[in-house]
Nanobody
């Protein structure tokens, strides 16, 4: 199983970016999917997640600015980031709880990360 992120980059404050993360490989079921970020010298933190039923959860710092969504048919999760701030600068990681045919337990998988840089 692999998670591949795309969509990061350098933007100015107030602009928008859309991140995508596609899961591939031998997948039976994907439970929750989410986005985390990690700024230099800080711990990795949850940005937003979404359950298989579509229930969403956001960090207070992004509530009202970011929107998480998923396309279950494509095994893909998105993060629409609007009104970006310099403090949003971080590496953004995709995560997913996936059950594969070989392992009848949910396992957490991570993407390689994509850099988001917001200049003031």
């Amino acid at each position: 199983v692999h998670l591949v992120e795309s969509g990061g980059g350098l933007v100015q404050a107030g602009e928008s970016l859309r991140l995508s993360c596609a899961a591939s490989g031998r997948i039976s079921v994907i439970n929750s999917m989410g986005w985390y970020h990690q700024a230099p010298g800080k711990q990795r933190e949850l940005v937003a997640d979404i359950t298989s039923g579509g229930r969403t959860n956001y960090a207070d710092s992004v509530q009202g600015r970011f929107t998480i969504s998923r396309d279950s048919a494509k095994n893909t999760v998105y993060l629409q980031m609007n009104s970006l701030k310099p403090e949003d600068t971080a590496v953004y990681y995709c995560a997913a709880e996936i059950r594969s045919p070989a392992i009848q337990l949910y396992t957490n998988y991570w993407g390689q990360g994509t850099q988001v840089t917001v200049s003031s």
